[in-house]
Nanobody, 119 residues
């Protein structure tokens, strides 16, 4: 199973970015898909998550600014980021809890995509 994230970049404060993460491999179902961020010197922390059925959870710091969504047919999760702030600067990682066709379930990480917000 592989997760491929894309969409990061440099943006000015107040701007927007859309991250995407495609899951590929021996997939039966992706239960939860999520985005995490890790700023230099900080621990990786949850930004937003979405279940297969569409239940969503956001970190307080991004509520009202970020929107997570998923396309189950495309096995892709998105993170629409608006009203970006310099403190949103971090490497963003996608995570998927994947059940394979062999019946095992495991959390997989993508490679990370850097988001830099300038003031």
């Amino acid at each position: 199973v592989q997760l491929q994230a894309s969409g990061g970049g440099l943006v000015q404060a107040g701007g927007s970015l859309r991250l995407s993460c495609v899951v590929s491999g021996n997939i039966f179902m992706i239960n939860v898909m999520a985005w995490y961020c890790q700023a230099p010197g900080n621990q990786r922390e949850l930004v937003a998550s979405i279940t297969y059925g569409g239940r969503i959870n956001y970190a307080d710091s991004v509520k009202g600014r970020f929107t997570i969504s998923r396309d189950n047919a495309k096995e892709t999760v998105y993170l629409q980021m608006t009203s970006l702030k310099p403190e949103d600067t971090a490497v963003y990682y996608c995570n998927g809890v994947v059940r394979t066709t062999l019946g095992s379930e495991y959390g997989y990480w993508g490679q990370g995509t850097l988001v830099t917000v300038s003031s």
